[in-house]
């Protein structure tokens, strides 16, 4: 397994930004497929972005679609999720995830998960 640790979570207020880092050790990182996922109080945890090995395929959420970025960097072993234009309804404990065996926005298909880091965003 891939060891994660999230970081960057913080308050904003409405229409900012924020950038969330996550960084991994252990096993070879190109190896894995990463996720980005939250969960808010009292919701189930959704998927949010995810980006393929290499990092030439991304896929999102229809909800923040054009709002929040993913990419990666292999040489540093770091996934980022660059959210502009944040919204109240982005409150969310962000999660990185890191999944071995397939591209998926399906959360049981991750392997490893991080901490989670907070994300407040006040109207």
């Known amino acids: 397994q891939v060891q994660l640790v999230e970081s960057g979570g913080g308050l904003v207020q409405a229409g900012g930004s924020l950038r969330l880092s996550c960084a991994a050790s252990g096993r070879t990182f190109t190896s894995y497929v990463m996720g980005w996922f939250r969960q808010a109080p009292g919701k189930e945890r959704e998927f949010v972005a995810t980006?393929?090995?290499?990092?030439?395929?991304?896929y999102y959420a229809d909800s923040v679609k054009g709002r929040f970025t993913i990419s990666r960097d292999n040489a540093k072993n770091t996934v980022y999720l660059q959210m502009n234009g944040l919204k109240p309804e982005d409150t969310a404990v962000y999660y990185c995830?890191?999944?071995?065996?397939?591209?998926?926005?399906?959360?049981?298909?991750?392997?490893?998960w991080g901490q989670g880091t907070q994300v407040t965003v006040s109207s």
């Open positions: 995830a890191a999944n071995f065996a397939q591209y998926s926005t399906d959360a049981s298909h991750y392997d490893s």
């Open positions: 980006i393929s090995w290499g990092g030439r395929s991304t």
